[in-house]
């Protein structure tokens, strides 16, 4: 419970054109190349960051895809809606193990269309259209794993 508590204050800060934007590329990097969600994010409302494992280091044509891909599916202008399901449904369909110990009975899932549906406790945007032009503007390999930086653009 007090867990819950230092999560949904620090969602004060979050912008959720981004927050949602962070959504839309872990699901465009997990249809696209089959890993899973980031490792590793920091999304803030200037730029943000995601790291992934990835076999290998994205192409420069992959890279352009992925963004591509994003911008394609927020000009779809889907809704954003969230539900609450049990843990034990949650864990039938999700990945789980990152969720805090601790965790309710229930949780909160963000669907964005049928593109993507993750666990989250951040903010976000009612629909893509709110998000204005997603840019990935470097990648690379590090330590913690492939990283892309994005930002977004009016």
Same mark, same amino acid.
């Given at each position: 419970?007090?867990?819950?508590? @230092? ?5 004060? @800060?979050?912008?959720? =054109? %981004? ?9 465009? %990097?997990? !249809? %696209?190349?089959?890993? +899973?969600?980031?490792?590793? #994010? ?12 990835? =076999?290998?280091?994205?192409? @420069? ?12 599916? $927020?000009? %779809? ?9 049990? $843990?034990?449904? #949650?864990? @039938?369909?999700? *990945? ?19 593109? *993507?549906?993750? =666990? ?5 945007? !009612?629909?893509?259209?709110?998000? +204005? !032009?997603? !840019? $990935? ?5 590090? =330590? ?11």
């Amino acid at each position: 419970m007090e867990n819950n508590t @230092q999560f949904n204050e620090h969602n004060k @800060q979050e912008y959720p =054109p %981004m927050h949602t934007a962070e959504h839309l590329l872990n699901a465009t %990097m997990v !249809k %696209m190349f089959n890993c +899973g969600r980031a490792v590793s #994010a920091h999304v803030e409302r200037k730029k943000s960051k995601c790291d992934y494992e990835l =076999p290998q280091e994205l192409t @420069q044509e992959q890279i352009l895809a992925v963004e591509e891909q994003v911008n394609r599916v $927020i000009s %779809m202008c889907l809704p954003v809606t969230e539900e609450v399901i049990t $843990i034990e449904e #949650a864990k @039938q369909k999700f *990945d789980t193990s990152r969720l805090p110990e601790g965790v309710s009975a229930t949780i909160r899932v963000i669907n964005i269309g049928d593109y *993507d549906s993750c =666990p989250c406790l951040g903010s976000h945007v !009612k629909n893509t259209s709110e998000i +204005g !032009k997603f !840019k $990935i503007i470097s990648s690379g390999n590090t =330590p913690s794993g492939f990283r892309i930086r994005f930002k977004l653009e009016e």
